[in-house]
């Protein structure tokens, strides 16, 4: 990314949803602690690193824990199980010190993990129930906002629905709700629409160039640079579903400036 740079004279505007899958799943189980730790600005992965590790409080949270509970949450999401979550753990280095910090986890630690989260957050395995429901009785499952359908047939038997974590389509059955309807929010005349009419190719220079999962990115004349900020939140920013779904604006001459 550190060679992708705005031609002399512009900049690159790059805006990104914060957290945008961890406040869907929120929405989705109906989470009142998420909501809430949302709603008051709360750092999410401390938080849930208190929840994973037994930490007493967030101040004790240092970053490589930060770092690590957030991808366990994300693996947890979507149903993953406590073995694939331990070859995770047992992978993990301290960038700092090179060590592996979890070397001597079991299997068993890593349940109690997981346990820990469940208990936590009691919608979670409701809303799994959910979807092998709508499963078996639809076949398919549809985003939340533009209805988009995918076929999930191969999953349903007649004694249920199969897939686990073992299985890449046993995950996807779960994601999908929540990353889909992701795109539902990102593109089209959501939040891509808005900052297309916003900034408009070619007005306050190139325009609008990336469009990623939970992002977009534009370069333009460098006098515009905080019209093209402002435009590009305000095109981002949403609330739905009683869910704040902020923002994050920065500018710079090269992509790598923009992480």
């Known amino acids: 990314r550190s060679m992708y740079r705005a031609a002399p004279g512009n900049v690159l505007v790059a805006g990104d949803k914060e957290q945008l899958e961890f406040r869907l799943v929120t929405v989705a189980i109906d989470d009142e602690k998420w909501r809430e730790a949302f709603l008051r600005g709360t750092d999410m992965h401390k938080l849930n690193a208190c929840d994973f590790f037994g930490i007493p409080g967030m101040d004790q949270v240092d970053g490589f824990t930060r770092e690590f509970s957030k991808i ?3 693996l947890f999401f979507y149903f993953g199980q406590a073995k694939t979550a331990h ?4 992978k ?7 060590e592996r910090p979890y ?3 079991t299997v068993d630690n890593t349940e109690k993990v997981r346990d820990r989260m469940i208990a936590a957050h009691p919608g979670l395995p409701r809303w799994w129930s959910h979807i092998d429901r709508e499963l078996i009785k639809r076949e398919a499952l549809r985003t939340w906002i533009l209805g988009r359908t995918r076929l999930f047939r191969d999953l349903v038997t007649e004694s249920g629905v199969g897939g686990d974590d073992s299985d890449e389509s046993g995950n996807e059955k779960y994601n999908f709700e929540i990353q889909a309807t992701g795109g539902d929010m990102m593109g089209g005349d959501g939040c891509l629409g808005r900052a297309m009419d916003a ?3 070619g007005v306050y220079g190139p325009g609008l160039n990336h469009h990623g999962h939970d ?3 534009g ?6 640079e905080a019209y093209a900020r402002e435009a590009l939140r305000e095109s981002m920013d949403e609330v739905r579903w009683g869910m704040p779904f902020p923002a994050k604006v920065k500018s710079g001459e090269r992509w790598s400036d923009l992480e």
């Open 215 to 217: 992002s977009l990115m």
């Open 72 to 74: 366990l949450v994300y």
């Open 92 to 98: 993990v280095r301290n960038p700092k010190t090179g």
């Open 103 to 105: 070397r001597s986890y």
């Open 199 to 201: 900034l408009p190719h």
């Open 87 to 90: 070859r995770n753990i047992l």
């Open 219 to 224: 370069e333009f004349e460098r006098r515009h």
